[in-house]
């Protein structure tokens, strides 16, 4: 029998010999796009397909990252090994299966980029993308870096190449130490509080005991005194009793806060503060000079900016051993980014100054100049503090010798802060 020609020839070719010439690479799903039966698919025999498409399958498949290929409007999904992970046990199956069945469950995350990318022709990359997916263990959050890029037939976009990048591990990491970041800071502040209690009470103890060991002198000569003199000596005992019950009254306001803000007024929040310190500036030589002229009050935690304002108090009457001048203020300003209106105060003293280069570190956790006397929290607890009142602290220090001191400029917003308030 003569040969019928090439139309018969082309009719008794083997589609597995043409599949194999086409399709490259030695792996599993390489083996697994070659034998799968293509004809029932958009796809149609691996023999018809166009050149677009077998170029895109086979860097597909050669690719040493987990890659897929989406053909068609259909979206016919194609991948290699590196792939199948994001498809659990069910990877053969979703083989030419459409981009919308394989990934019902993200596509309401997947599918808008993938429809994105296909209108508009336009490649994209997305990080740390979550998108669910169903594994051997059931359905997980997987965190993807994923790239989609368009493929081109005859000017028209055909179809989609992309490769991921499974950074899940990478963002629990990042997670994981936020957490232990945010447990610390929340451990830090607590000791901080701790500490500030300690000096206060150690300060309150101080400013009580002379009182009451005056009290016990004239107690002490009143008894051995008659009339007239006996009843001065009880006056002047009963005068030092009722200072310690102000300062007893005003120490009780530091522990007692509300859990919303409160209005007060500057003249308000500094006595509270100056009323601890009334026997140490006497004993240093320190004179204080007030200059109130801020008669709106703010609504704040009072609690917390008393501690900030004992905490600026300290580190001023520190700065000044031998006497010196304290200056406090208070006076409306605004917040020169934002133009929003508030309290500024403000704490100065005429001691040594800070060095320029440790200015930049004051507010640094840990960071100390005092030695083992300090813990290095104090000013970082206050930034904290002010920054959860959504306002601004700064210091300007000077160690010239005709002009040395620093100062401290609190802004706070004449509008609340949030409600949420830490322990």
Same mark, same amino acid.
């Given at each position: 029998?003569?040969?019928?020609?090439?139309?018969?020839?082309?009719?008794?070719?083997?589609?597995?010999?043409?599949?194999?010439?086409?399709?490259?690479?030695?792996?599993?799903?390489?083996?697994?796009?070659?034998?799968?039966?293509?004809?029932?698919?958009?796809?149609?025999?691996?023999?018809?397909?166009?050149?677009?498409?077998?170029?895109?399958?086979?860097?597909?498949?050669?690719?040493?990252?987990?890659?897929?290929?989406?053909?068609?409007?259909?979206?016919?999904?194609?991948?290699?090994?590196?792939? !199948? @992970?994001?498809? *659990?046990?069910?990877?053969?199956?979703? #083989?030419?299966?459409?981009?919308? %069945?394989?990934? $019902?469950? +993200?596509?309401?995350?997947?599918?808008?980029?993938?429809?994105?990318?296909?209108?508009?022709?336009?490649?994209?990359?997305?990080?740390?993308?979550?998108?669910?997916?169903?594994?051997?263990?059931?359905?997980?959050?997987?965190?993807?870096?994923?790239?989609?890029?368009?493929?081109?037939?005859?000017?028209?976009?055909?179809?989609?190449?992309?490769?991921?990048?499974?950074?899940?591990?990478?963002?629990?990491?990042?997670?994981?130490?936020?957490?232990?970041?945010?447990?610390?800071?929340?451990?830090?502040?607590?000791?901080?509080?701790?500490?500030?209690?300690?000096?206060?009470?150690?300060?309150?103890?101080?400013?009580?005991?002379?009182?009451?060991?005056?009290?016990?002198?004239?107690?002490?000569?009143? !008894? @051995?005194?008659? *009339?007239?003199?006996?009843?001065?000596? #009880?006056?002047?005992?009963?005068? %030092?009793?009722? $200072?310690? +019950?102000?300062?007893?009254?005003?120490?009780?306001?530091?522990?007692?806060?509300?859990?919303?803000?409160?209005?007060?007024?500057?003249?308000?929040?500094?006595?509270?503060?100056?009323?601890?310190?009334?026997?140490?500036?006497?004993?240093?030589?320190?004179?204080?000079?007030?200059?109130?002229?801020?008669?709106?009050?703010?609504?704040?935690?009072?609690?917390?900016?008393?501690?900030?304002?004992?905490?600026?108090?300290?580190?001023?009457?520190?700065?000044?051993?031998?006497?010196?001048?304290?200056?406090?203020?208070?006076?409306?300003?605004?917040?020169?980014?934002?133009?929003?209106?508030?309290?500024?105060?403000?704490?100065?003293?005429?001691?040594?100054?800070?060095?320029?280069?440790?200015?930049?570190?004051?507010?640094?956790?840990?960071?100390?100049?005092?030695?083992?006397?300090?813990?290095?929290?104090?000013?970082?607890?206050?930034?904290?503090?002010?920054?959860?009142?959504?306002?601004?602290?700064?210091?300007?220090?000077?160690?010239?010798?005709?002009?040395?001191?620093?100062?401290?400029?609190?802004?706070?917003?004449?509008?609340?802060?949030?409600?949420?308030?830490?322990?």
């Amino acid at each position: 029998m003569f040969s019928s020609g090439p139309t018969e020839c082309r009719a008794n070719a083997n589609p597995r010999s043409d599949a194999e010439s086409r399709i490259v690479g030695a792996g599993e799903m390489a083996q697994l796009v070659r034998g799968h039966d293509w004809n029932p698919t958009p796809l149609g025999p691996i023999e018809t397909w166009p050149q677009e498409l077998v170029d895109a399958v086979n860097l597909t498949l050669s690719s040493s990252v987990p890659t897929r290929t989406l053909w068609g409007r259909e979206m016919i999904l194609i991948f290699n090994d590196g792939y !199948r @992970r994001f498809l *659990g046990k069910r990877y053969s199956q979703t #083989l030419g299966q459409p981009a919308r %069945e394989v990934y $019902r469950e +993200s596509w309401r995350v997947e599918g808008p980029i993938l429809e994105k990318a296909f209108a508009s022709g336009v490649s994209g990359i997305y990080e740390k993308l979550c998108v669910p997916v169903e594994t051997d263990d059931g359905m997980k959050d997987f965190y993807l870096d994923y790239a989609c890029t368009p493929v081109f037939r005859g000017g028209q976009v055909a179809g989609l190449f992309g490769t991921l990048r499974d950074a899940t591990a990478e963002v629990m990491a990042v997670r994981t130490l936020r957490e232990k970041e945010s447990r610390a800071e929340s451990a830090l502040l607590k000791s901080e509080k701790l500490a500030a209690v300690g000096r206060l009470a150690s300060s309150i103890a101080h400013e009580i005991n002379n009182p009451l060991e005056s009290v016990m002198n004239l107690i002490y000569l009143a !008894r @051995r005194s008659d *009339g007239e003199g006996a009843k001065r000596y #009880l006056d002047l005992a009963d005068e %030092e009793i009722r $200072r310690v +019950s102000i300062i007893a009254n005003q120490t009780l306001r530091f522990h007692k806060q509300s859990s919303t803000p409160q209005a007060v007024g500057a003249g308000d929040l500094f006595s509270t503060v100056m009323s601890i310190y009334e026997g140490q500036l006497r004993n240093t030589h320190v004179t204080v000079e007030k200059r109130f002229r801020a008669p709106e009050p703010v609504m704040c935690f009072q609690g917390d900016v008393r501690q900030v304002l004992n905490n600026l108090v300290s580190n001023a009457l520190e700065a000044m051993p031998l006497g010196g001048r304290l200056l406090i203020r208070s006076r409306t300003g605004r917040n020169w980014k934002t133009g929003e209106r508030g309290l500024i105060l403000t704490i100065a003293d005429n001691g040594g100054g800070i060095p320029r280069e440790v200015q930049r570190y004051i507010f640094d956790a840990f960071f100390t100049t005092k030695g083992t006397a300090g813990n290095g929290l104090g000013l970082w607890v206050c930034q904290e503090i002010v920054e959860r009142h959504r306002g601004t602290l700064r210091v300007r220090s000077s160690q010239r010798e005709e002009r040395h001191g620093t100062t401290f400029t609190l802004w706070l917003p004449f509008q609340p802060p949030a409600q949420a308030h830490a322990a």
